[in-house]
């Protein structure tokens, strides 16, 4: 158990429609990054929060969003949602400005139908 | 755009063999990361490289890494069944906003898809 933790754990939802997946990092630790899991594109970052500001983006489209709220936890916003957004989402952490060590949570795997 | 290439993707091996999995990047970065995922799982981390020439181990795990030939290895000694999974390799993108130390996020490899049987 890396202390991430996630939820919710499975999604299912329909094209169209929107969520949004919940991610409370390890304790003391002060980034978290967004990562998508396909078959297609195999892992990829998203987005990277540090201590509640945007720090860098990855292959996020643009009906993704994402924040970090002053206590740390993060938030995924997903919305028009297409099938091939069917995937494993993972929220990973990392402790401070000088860490290099990005502990994964488990994942929420949502299903598009 | 940087590129993670591993190889091989897929490893079929016998116990108590010795097998290693390559992973080449297209970047200049120093730090390189390998993990375990097991199916329907998370990613595990295994060893994080911060500079050239750095070996890690931990059991029958070895990595090391060259960042003048921008090549990580992730060596198996003696497999034994409970090292079935799969292995990626990732390395920092570096394009954070800001300057300074801190992990970045990660563009991984496709993985290697590892089998061990008894």
């Known amino acids: 158990d890396s202390g991430v933790t996630q939820t919710p754990k499975h999604l299912i939802t329909a094209t169209g429609q929107r969520v949004t997946l919940r991610c409370s990092p390890r304790?003391?630790?002060?980034?978290v990054y967004w990562y998508q899991q396909s078959l297609d594109q195999g892992l990829q970052f998203l987005i990277q929060?540090?201590?509640?500001?945007?720090?860098a983006k990855g292959n996020i489209l643009e009906r993704f969003s994402a924040q970090q709220f002053p206590d740390l936890h993060s938030e995924l916003n997903l919305s028009s949602l297409e099938l091939g957004d069917s995937a494993l989402y993972f929220c990973?952490?990392?402790?401070?400005?000088?860490?290099?060590?990005?502990?994964f949570g488990p994942g929420t795997r949502l299903t598009v139908t | 755009e940087l590129k993670v290439e591993q190889n091989p993707l897929f490893l079929s091996m016998q116990e108590g063999k010795n097998y290693t999995i390559y992973c080449n990047y297209s970047?200049?970065?120093?730090?390189l990361y390998w993990y375990r995922q097991d199916p329907g799982k998370s990613l595990e981390s295994l060893f994080v490289?911060?500079?050239?020439?750095a070996v890690k181990q931990e059991g029958r795990l070895m990595a090391s890494l060259d960042t003048k030939a921008r090549l990580s290895t992730l060596h198996i000694t003696a497999a034994v069944h409970d090292l079935s999974a799969t292995y990626f390799c990732?390395?920092?993108?570096?394009?954070?906003?800001?300057?300074?130390?801190?992990?970045?996020?990660?563009?991984f490899g496709k993985g290697t898809h590892l089998i061990i049987q008894p």
């Open positions: 990732a390395v920092d993108n570096g394009n954070s906003m800001y300057s300074g130390g801190g992990a970045d996020g990660l563009t």
């Open positions: 929060y540090y201590n509640g500001e945007e720090r």
């Open positions: 304790s003391g630790d002060l980034s």
């Open positions: 970047t200049t970065s120093d730090r």
């Open positions: 490289l911060l500079s050239n020439g």
């Open positions: 990973a952490s990392s402790e401070t400005w000088s860490s290099y060590e990005q502990y």
